[in-house]
């Protein structure tokens, strides 16, 4: 076995809370209008709009694209459509061009988090036939949730909208409530930890292969990773990120230094618990 050092990291969720079987999206209302948007850019004759622009070789993958967005300002001020609907709660602004601000996302961390409540849909990464893609961060001291807004339009991806609202709580241990706690508490963290841990990594002796074992709890203090206790970023493809799944998967991925840990949890009792540990780190 051998002992992976890990960086610092961070990354993602779409947190919509509530435990009744039929539950009010809170982001309903705006994802209709980022469609009445598009729809009435789409029908506006002679006025210059961002799916004009043409795509370039980093629209082909939305993880390739969102990279440039964030990190090149000259791009970034192409695929914003102004004037921007930025909503805060129920209040709407309108930012113009000429007051926006260059927003690196997470590009200038060594990492950043994706949420998934099912493993298949981790294969969502990477797709190239998306349409609509949400970058999201999740502030866990404030419990607020930031949305972007992401439609590939004519090739082109375009940001369409931000909205900026509270995580609503239910009577269910809240898994960002308790992520939170999580890592930030070690005194928790030993009491949340399945032992003996299931744990996979590469090979020490041969990189091409995994080795699947067990860690006990100290273990597991040595092995694990640095991890996010402030906010977490996800890039949501499509995937459910359900208040209701008894899963969860956090993945930690590094930007450009080979990192990636994940870490399984499920709800046990009624209370998270982390089962699984995967640091397959190059």
């Known amino acids: 076995m051998k002992k992976q050092i890990v960086g610092v990291m961070l990354l993602g969720l779409l ?106 849909d981790m294969d969502l990464v990477g797709d190239t036939s998306l349409t609509s893609v949400q970058v999201e961060w999740i502030y866990m001291r404030t419990r607020m949730i930031k949305k972007y807004y992401f439609e590939r339009l004519k090739g082109a991806w375009i940001l369409e909208a931000v909205n900026l609202r509270p995580i609503e709580h239910n009577d269910n241990e809240n898994f960002v409530e308790f992520f939170s706690r999580f890592a930030s508490d070690s005194l928790f963290q030993s009491r949340r930890v399945q032992a003996p841990l299931m744990f996979v990594t590469t090979d020490p002796d041969d990189d091409f292969s995994i080795l699947e074992t067990t860690l006990d709890l100290n273990q597991w203090f040595a092995f694990k990773p640095v991890l996010p206790a402030d906010r977490l970023s996800n890039i949501n493809y499509g995937q459910q990120n359900s208040d209701q799944s008894s899963t969860k998967i956090l993945a930690l991925k590094g930007i450009g230094n080979g990192f990636s840990n994940i870490l399984y949890f499920h709800r046990k009792g009624g209370e998270w618990e982390l089962y699984k540990f995967e640091d397959t780190s190059i």
């Open 15 to 120: 947190c919509s809370c509530g435990n009744k079987t039929t539950k009010i999206d809170p982001f309903a209302d705006i994802t209709k209008e980022v469609d009445s948007i598009r729809h009435k850019t789409d029908s506006v004759p002679g006025e210059k709009q961002p799916e004009e622009l043409k795509p370039i070789e980093a629209d082909e993958s939305f993880d390739d694209f969102i990279y440039s967005f964030a990190s090149d300002k000259e791009l970034q001020l192409q695929r914003v459509k102004f004037p921007l609907p930025y909503y805060n709660g129920d209040e709407k602004k309108n930012i113009e061009k000429r007051f926006w601000k260059h927003d690196n996302l997470f590009t200038k961390q060594n990492y950043y988090t994706l949420l998934f409540d099912r493993e298949e």
